[in-house]
């Protein structure tokens, strides 16, 4: 239970933190892809368009960072 508390804070983490706040000033930004829907914890990495990783493509997507 407390490896999975852990990883719940590890996710929001780099969902809020995962990316610099450049939003549509960004030139790979996508606001089609922003969402609020929940991601899954798997965390295989991610290479967003933008040159950094994500945990997971669904974590880039709610920031509307798409694939590289």
Same mark, same amino acid.
């Given at each position: 239970?407390?490896?999975?508390?852990?990883?719940?804070?590890?996710?929001?983490?780099?969902?809020?933190?995962?990316c610099?706040?450049?939003?549509?000033?960004? +030139?790979?930004?996508?606001?089609?892809?922003?969402?609020?829907? +929940?991601?899954?914890?798997?965390? +295989?990495?991610?290479?967003?368009?933008?040159?950094k990783?994500y945990?997971?493509?669904?974590?880039?997507?709610?920031?509307?960072?798409? +694939?590289k």
């Amino acid at each position: 239970m407390k490896n999975i508390a852990l990883m719940t804070i590890f996710i929001l983490a780099l969902t809020l933190f995962g990316c610099n706040k450049e939003g549509a000033d960004h +030139p790979c930004y996508d606001s089609s892809l922003v969402h609020n829907n +929940p991601c899954t914890t798997d965390c +295989p990495g991610f290479k967003g368009c933008d040159g950094k990783t994500y945990c997971n493509a669904c974590v880039a997507a709610s920031q509307g960072i798409g +694939p590289k």
